[in-house]
T-cell receptor, first 117, second 113 residues
């Protein structure tokens, strides 16, 4: 089974430029998450999708960040314009309900490491 | 809102030493608890989880964790570490279902041969 795929793996841009990250979840996983991981910190949730609906975007800085999951499969996270403080690793994860379980195990992708100069 | 505190940011041990990494969480309701591991150059992987039942849970690679509700703790243990256990370890919680995870800051574990 293929895991969560993210691209690009690395991105270097200058401040004020736009940038986009792409995520392809595990086939059949209806829940998709974007997390931000700063250096030396644990991941922090940015947004969660159930199919194509954003059900939790309370931590997404909406002035410059946007996300979409138009067909309930792939997702794109965009930053416009990027700032120096946005340098971090952006992680995508996906999950699906397991029968008889009270939780959905989240599977993480390799992340996109963004450097803003 | 829930929060997670990991006591040690850097731990260095020799092979065969015993390991215990501390994790405390802050949340008044029912939570699910997780330990994730990130080996060098790899993505986050689930090590073990607790959501109900026996508070002592066993995970992959000989790891175990004990949920102590009265202390809001979920410490990770391994009786004898190996060089290959060198990695970053993250404690995490959520309220269940498909809820997003709240992570601690992580513990960087280095095992010296």
């Amino acid at each position: 089974e293929a895991g969560v795929v993210q691209s690009p793996r690395y991105k270097i841009i200058e401040k004020k430029q736009p940038v986009a990250f792409w995520c392809n979840p595990i086939s059949g996983h209806n829940t998709l998450y974007w997390y931000l991981q700063n250096l030396g910190q644990g991941p922090e949730l940015l947004i969660r999708y159930e199919n194509e609906e954003a059900v939790d975007d309370s931590q997404l800085p909406k002035d410059r960040f946007s996300a979409e999951r138009l067909k309930g499969v792939d997702s794109t996270l965009k930053i416009q314009p990027a700032e120096l403080g946005d340098s971090a690793v952006y992680l995508c994860a996906s999950s699906s309900r397991s029968a008889g379980e009270s939780y959905n195990e989240q599977f993480f992708g390799p992340g996109t490491r963004l450097t803003v100069l | 809102a829930q929060s997670v505190s990991q006591h040690n940011h850097h731990v260095i041990l020799s092979e065969a030493a015993s390991l215990e990494l501390g994790c405390n969480y802050s949340y008044g309701g029912t939570v699910n608890l997780f330990w994730y591991v990130q080996y060098p150059g790899q993505h986050l992987q689930l090590l073990l989880k607790y959501f109900s039942g026996d508070p002592l849970v066993k995970g992959i690679k000989g790891f175990e964790a004990e949920f102590i509700k009265s202390k809001f703790s979920f410490n990770l243990r391994k009786p004898s570490v190996q060089w290959s256990d060198t990695a970053e370890y993250f404690c995490a919680v959520n309220r269940g279902g498909a809820d997003g995870l709240t992570f601690g800051k992580g513990t960087h574990l280095i095992i010296q041969p």
